[in-house]
Each structure stands twice: as structure tokens, then as C-alpha cells.
């Protein structure tokens, strides 16, 4: 046990892993899946597609190693880590995403992670309630998955308004976590606009090129999983990508690393985790982001409501 609570107390060394792990399985595995299927000639596709399963092993058994860490602070997590050892069993079963035990999993998961995303709410400070919209976008992917999957029928609604009003909390959350006049905070928001300013570029040459808004119609949702019912929409979903890049930069560099890679996990995994492939780490990561995002905080609401809780 000592053990454990020696790797609690320094997290810092794990989550660089999840980061590093979950962006590059992201951007081999879940982004360069779509792009491989057009017409384009990808140099080592072959070396770049193995490097995307390496780095996704990777976060799993990472995400996994790090839900277990959580445990201490968040007693939910508990369920949320046992489901992701089950899910590595899950595939042993005939058919398994046709089947009964598969619909009820979802619904548990569905029903324990939205519970664990309202503790880690209340085990934080007063601002996390700026991260709010977060947590509905994530229950809103739970519950359309089990629409999808359970009822088959899809759950029709704005993702990006719902993906946009998110990033406003977020970036809120951002700005006033650690409000004291650091260096470091100065720099972190002017890296974040620097960050932003490509974005930008791209916006402006996406909206005047015809050719490029249909190439971009084709790779950027379904590399996310995020359904745009209206094509047009794609500038605001690279506005949106600039500004979670912008707010993502700025926690790291504040210090919150946890809330940095909480949310891009949270980003690159929720809409995916509708239909996941019929993986079930896509269903859990968002989660489990949450809970990371809301990790940092000593101030908790549950205090304020009941003072004598610990």
C-alpha cells in the first residue's frame, strides 16, 4: 500500500505518460484512421498505423494505472476502473456487442459515470462549477451511446453548441484557477494565443476554399466522432479545436497539468465514445477525463454544504 501512496503523492510522472500516450494514439490511431481511406499518398502508413496501436496499449494500460491512483479520492472510480478490466475480457464473448451483457455495461457505466463526474464536482473548489457544461457534454455522450447502441436509436442534437459552450467553461475554469500574478501565468496565455492564431489562418482558408471545406467536412468529424448535421458549421468546429488547443496550453503551462491532459482526453474521446467502435475505453476515457480535470483542487463544495464531511 505504501507503494501506492507513493505514486499518488507524485502523480505528475504518470500523467506526462497519459498525456504523450493519448495524444499520439490519438493523432496515429483515431486521426490518422480517416485520412488513410482517401485517396492520398501517406508515406510509411504501415509504420505509422503500428506506432497508433503501440501509443494506444500504451493509454490504456496508462488510464488504467492512473484510474487506480484516483481511487483515494474519488470511491466511484472504483467501479469505473474494474469496468475498464472487464472491457479487455469483453471481446472473449460471442458477439459480445449484441448482447445482453453489453447493453446492461453500458447502462451500468452510463449511470456510474455520471455519478462519479457529480463527486468529483463536489470534491472540488466553487469554480468547477464553471465545468459544468463539461460534464452535461460527457453525460450527453453516455446517454447517446446507450440510444445508439441499446435503443438504435441516435440521439439528434447540436454537439457542437454543446462542444463550444463546454470550451467557455473550460477556458473560464482556466483563467481563474490560480489567479495569483505569476510570470508563469502571463506566459501561458500568451502561449495559448499563440497557439490559437494558426487555427485562425485555417478558419479564414477553409471558409474561402470550396475544396478545402470539403475535405475537411470528410476527415475532421469523423476523426472526432462528432456529427455536424450542417457542413457549414466545420469553421466552428476548427474554432472550437483552436480554443480547447489555446486552453489546454494554458493549464499545462499554469501548473494544472491534470486539467490539461483531463480535458483532452475528455475532447478526443467523448464524441467517439457514441459508437467507440465497439471499444469501450472510448465510453470510459471521457470520465475518467473529467475526474482528472477537477483533480487539482484542495477546496471542496461538499464542505461548504456539509462541513463536517471529509
Known sequence: MSVFRDLRENLRPFLIVLGISSFFQFVFKEAFMYPSILPLNVPNEGILETLGNVFFYVYFFTILLTSLLLIEKYKLM???????IISLFAPLIP???MSPFWYSFEIFITIVGISLMIESVL???IYSLLLLPTMFMVAVGLIGSISLNVFHHALFMSYIMAYL???LGYLSYTLLWDKKKSIRSYIGIAVGVLVLIPFIFSIYEVGSNRYLEILMNMILPSTLGIDLYNPYHITLLLLAL??????IVMSIIKGNYSAGIGYFIVISTVFLGIDGYQVLIYMISPIIGFSLITYNEKKRII???SPRTK
Do not use: V
Request: zero cysteines; aromatic letters at 4%; proline letters at 0%.
Open 95 to 97: 458477439n459480445y456487442n
Open 123 to 125: 470534491k472540488s473548489s
Open 303 to 305: 464542505d461548504i454544504i
Open 242 to 247: 483552436g480554443l480547447s488547443a489555446m486552453g
Open 78 to 84: 472504483t467501479l469505473i476502473t474494474a469496468s475498464l
Open 165 to 167: 459552450i463546454s470550451l
